[in-house]
């Protein structure tokens, strides 16, 4: 029995993972972080040790590095993705845009923070601010028009530069759906017939981003797609006709479960053929 | 413990809803509906669910729920993830949680700075000499 035990132990043991094969200082995973685009807010993953990458979705530089301003230095702005510390000896006259924002010494200018800002007693802070979440600490000083949001207001919203990019993927994929639903639809009218088969249109509004530009074209698509399938929509208008003068008269009760719009539909094409 | 009930001695209930001018000694909870001005040196406590619209001068003030209007307290102000405030802010210390929505022009400190400085010059002042004999002095000197 104990032999038994003991294997069955050695067995459970055998089933187990051999921990030897993991490394000292554990696996090595790549460490990323999510950080929002300063300019269109976009979401992006990056590493953590990245110090500045371009955004996906805008393709503009992000820096990604924190700073610590312990003196006073003549720049346009921060913008960073990163936190900003400004020292007690610190000055900025300037906008700064961060992720975290703490002033111990004076600051200046506009300040959007997408999370925290912290005034500390040395601190003082003049000019609008934007943060989803504030300090202000006895004996520190701020001054100027100030605006709390949650962060889900202020992070994602749909940005048109995120958009651009996969548009045309998006315009083909919905197209296809289009596609198949003309298809269903395809003996109720005929010139969306002849124009989506041509174009490879949607029919609903699937996304509302669509660009003027793109509209122009479809637009312009279309002109040149009722030139080219005028002959197309002809043919299949006389094989529709075929088809609903083959019904046979037996088959009423199937042709009045169908809206009448067929009906209605069939005569106009009979109309139009006959003008043709 | 804090008990409220010692804190906010004074209490308007959820069901309640005032409209006037409100003052307070010690402290008040708002629970329910308030309309009008608040003028008092103790501490104010705007609960979640309650709604203010109109000033309030007030020692500390915590605010929970919703408030419309031009805030000034001489201690902290603290809106908490559930606050709602939209108007003008003179406070002494500040303190806004994540969730929290807030939207006016905010001074804080200066005039507790502004009057520190001046008390400090007003204490000053008589100690050193007076400020306009080190006027002939250094034109003497020129």
């Known amino acids: 029995m104990r032999s038994q035990e003991a294997r069955s132990r050695g067995g459970a043991r055998a089933k187990l993972p051999n921990p030897g094969w993991i490394p000292v200082g554990g696996l090595r995973t790549a460490k990323t972080k999510i950080v929002n685009c300063t300019h269109c807010g976009g979401a992006n993953e990056v590493a953590a040790r990245a110090m500045s990458v371009f955004c996906a979705h805008c393709r503009k530089r992000l820096i990604l590095e924190n700073y610590v301003i312990k003196s006073y230095q003549a720049v346009k702005g921060y913008a960073t993705c990163g936190d900003v510390s400004v020292e007690k000896r610190g000055r900025v006259a300037a906008p700064i845009q961060s992720n975290s924002l703490t002033v111990k010494g004076t600051v200046n200018g506009k300040v959007e923070a997408r999370g925290k800002v912290e005034v500390t007693s040395t601190g003082s802070l003049e000019g609008s601010l934007k943060a989803t979440s504030l300090i202000v600490v006895q004996g520190a000083k701020f001054d100027g028009y100030c605006e709390i949001r949650p962060t889900s207001s202020t992070v994602e919203e749909p940005k048109p530069a995120q958009l651009t990019a996969p548009a045309s993927s998006s315009v083909r994929s919905t197209s296809s759906n289009g596609v198949k639903k003309i298809s269903t639809t395809s003996a109720i009218n005929k010139t969306t017939i002849a124009t989506a088969d041509a174009l490879e249109l949607e029919s609903p509004k699937k996304k509302p981003t669509a660009k003027k530009s793109t509209k122009k074209k479809v637009a312009a698509k279309k002109v040149a797609a009722k030139k080219t399938t005028t002959k197309k929509s002809d043919a299949e208008n006389e094989t529709v006709k075929k088809v609903t003068t083959r019904k046979p008269a037996g088959s009423e009760s199937t042709a009045a479960d169908k809206p009448k719009t067929i009906k209605a539909i069939s005569t106009r094409r009979k109309s139009t053929v006959a003008s043709k | ?142």
């Open chain 2, 1 to 142: 413990m804090a008990d409220p009930n010692n804190d906010y001695p004074t209490v308007i209930g959820p069901d309640a809803s005032f409209k006037g001018e409100l003052k307070f000694q010690k402290g008040m909870r708002l629970l329910g509906k308030f309309e009008g001005e608040i003028d008092s040196k103790g501490d104010l406590l705007i609960a979640e669910g309650a709604s203010l619209s109109g000033d309030v001068k007030a020692g500390t003030v915590k605010i929970d729920g919703v408030m419309t209007g031009n805030l000034e307290a001489t201690g902290k102000v603290k809106l908490s993830a559930s606050a709602h405030l939209e108007g003008d802010m003179r406070t002494a210390r500040l303190e806004v949680a994540d969730g929290a929505m807030f939207s006016g022009h905010v001074v804080v400190g200066a005039k507790d700075g502004a009057s520190k400085t001046n008390g400090q010059s007003a204490s000053s002042a008589p100690k050193g000499k007076p400020t306009p004999t080190p006027e002939p002095a250094v034109a003497g000197k020129r």
